[in-house]
């Protein structure tokens, strides 16, 4: 499966933003897809990950009460809703897929999109 991110960008500090994951690949709706996020200086780290079917979802404890994934596998395409977006939320935003459901580690993935930046402001 081939994965493409998009949707990122340039945000003041309490907006919202909405992420999208396109995937190509018959498949995509086998796959459990997550989000993760590396900022600068920092190590990639994971921020959400949903099911083959979206029926179960998993957020890293600082953005479950912010963000919201959520999957259109007629669509082949997951997103990540952010709200209320900090400046530490300043980051490049991956989306990748897992055999398994509800991984949190980086090497639990084994496909990659290319990443979309989302800088927030003040």
């Known amino acids: 499966v081939q994965l493409q991110a998009s949707g990122g960008g340039l945000v003041q500090a309490g907006d919202s933003l909405r992420l999208s994951c396109a995937a190509s690949g018959r498949t995509f709706n086998r796959y459990a897809i997550g989000w993760f996020r590396q900022a600068p200086g920092k190590e990639r780290e994971f921020v959400a990950t949903?099911?083959?079917?979206?029926?179960?979802?998993y957020y890293a404890d600082s953005m479950k009460d912010r963000f919201t994934i959520s999957r259109d596998n007629a669509k082949n395409t997951v997103y990540l809703q952010m709200n209320s977006l900090k400046l530490e939320d300043t980051a490049v935003y991956y989306c990748?897929?897992?055999?398994?459901?509800?991984?949190?580690?980086?090497?639990?993935?084994?496909?990659w999109g290319q990443g979309t930046q989302v800088t927030v402001s003040s």
């Open positions: 990748t897929a897992s055999n398994l459901v509800g991984k949190i580690r980086r090497g639990e993935y084994d496909y």
């Open positions: 949903t099911s083959w079917s979206g029926s179960s979802t």
